[in-house]
């Protein structure tokens, strides 16, 4: 069953669950009919201290985007406030 929710905006952090069970963790930077685009993907990593955020694909360039088809998506759900913290400071440096 593909459950897909519109009306997120384009800035966005949202959690992206994709077809090889993967989950994306990702600045929205654009939605078309058939794909999204995103900004400085991460996912969430099981580490000695618990979960850590590593980027998506650790050997793109993070100021690239990073497109996905849709057919490729499970879910599209708005990224809790915790994990938006985490990923605004393992994106950009800055403490909140």
């Given at each position: 069953?593909?459950?897909?929710?519109?009306?997120y905006?384009?800035?966005?952090?949202?959690s992206v669950?994709?077809?090889?069970a993967?989950e994306?963790?990702?600045?929205?930077?654009?939605?078309?009919?058939?794909?999204?685009?995103?900004e400085?993907?991460?996912?969430?990593?099981p580490?000695?201290?618990?979960?850590s955020?590593?980027?998506?694909?650790?050997?793109?360039?993070?100021?690239?985007?990073?497109?996905?088809d849709k057919?490729?998506?499970?879910?599209?759900?708005?990224t809790?406030?915790?994990?938006?913290?985490?990923?605004?400071?393992?994106?950009?440096?800055?403490?909140?």
């Open positions: 069953m593909l459950l897909i929710k519109t009306g905006k384009v800035g966005d952090l949202v669950k994709i077809v090889t993967e994306i963790i990702a600045r929205l930077k654009e939605e078309t009919d058939t794909s999204y685009t995103f400085r993907p991460v996912s969430l990593v580490g000695p201290k618990g979960m955020i590593v980027p998506y694909l650790m050997t793109a360039d993070v100021a690239e985007s990073m497109t996905l057919t490729k998506v499970i879910t599209v759900a708005k809790n406030k915790e994990i938006e913290t985490s990923y605004i400071q393992a994106t950009t440096g800055i403490s909140i």
